[in-house]
């Protein structure tokens, strides 16, 4: 692997040279200034040991010092950030319109569905019934049963659902198993009193 035809700059090239230890650019005496080295970005002499090796650069180490490499990755960095948020904010204004669009839609789709529903649970007898049975479970001043009234089946109290013969008459409600309930609302109304 020693062709001069893949020779790297700053190494040894020919076997008589190449018989001593590896090649170790942080160990490695650069050709000229053995000492110090000059930093092309600050144009600062600093010992080699400012200098990160690179092993493809004739000297042995980088062009600028370590101080420099530090500021030049967080430019670069900062940089990036810049045109990242400068490429989303394009994005934000080439889009606004459809974007607009897009909100007020779904704000309107949903304040309907929000609306039926608030008039179902507060203008109608069914959901008013429903509500006010809810609320007085929920503060302790009505206890479920442990069972289905109309099948007597051992049932958890979150799956007993309240029915009521009568919306008008609210706190008047039977505790039932979903199979029962079901039962309740499938049958005419005749039988189901
Ligand atoms: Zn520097
Ligand atoms: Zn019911
Ligand atoms: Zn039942």
Not at 4 to 17: M, N
Request: hydrophobic share 25%; with cysteine; net charge positive.
């Amino acid at each position: 692997m020693n062709h001069p035809k893949h020779a790297v700059a700053g190494r040894p090239t020919s076997l008589h040279e190449n018989s001593g230890p590896p090649f170790n650019p942080a160990t490695a005496e650069p050709k000229r200034s053995p000492k110090r080295l000059r930093c092309s970005r600050c144009i600062r002499l600093k010992p080699v040991t400012a200098f990160y090796p690179h092993r493809r650069i004739r000297r042995g180490y980088q062009h600028i010092c370590k101080v420099c490499s530090c500021q030049v990755q967080k430019d670069y960095h900062t940089n990036h950030i810049i045109q990242e948020r400068a490429r989303s904010y394009r994005y934000y204004e080439t889009h606004r319109e459809a974007r607009r669009a897009h909100a007020r839609k779904y704000q309107r789709e949903h304040a309907a569905a929000g609306r039926t529903r608030l008039y179902k649970r507060n203008e109608t007898p069914k959901g008013r019934a429903g509500q006010i049975v809810r609320d007085k479970v929920q503060r302790g001043l009505l206890q479920k049963p442990k069972r289905c009234t109309e099948c007597g089946k051992a049932v958890e109290a979150r799956k007993l659902e309240g029915h009521h013969p009568d919306y008008a008459k609210p706190l008047e409600v039977n505790w039932l198993c979903t199979i029962c309930h079901g039962k309740k609302h499938r049958l005419p109304l005749e039988d189901s009193a």
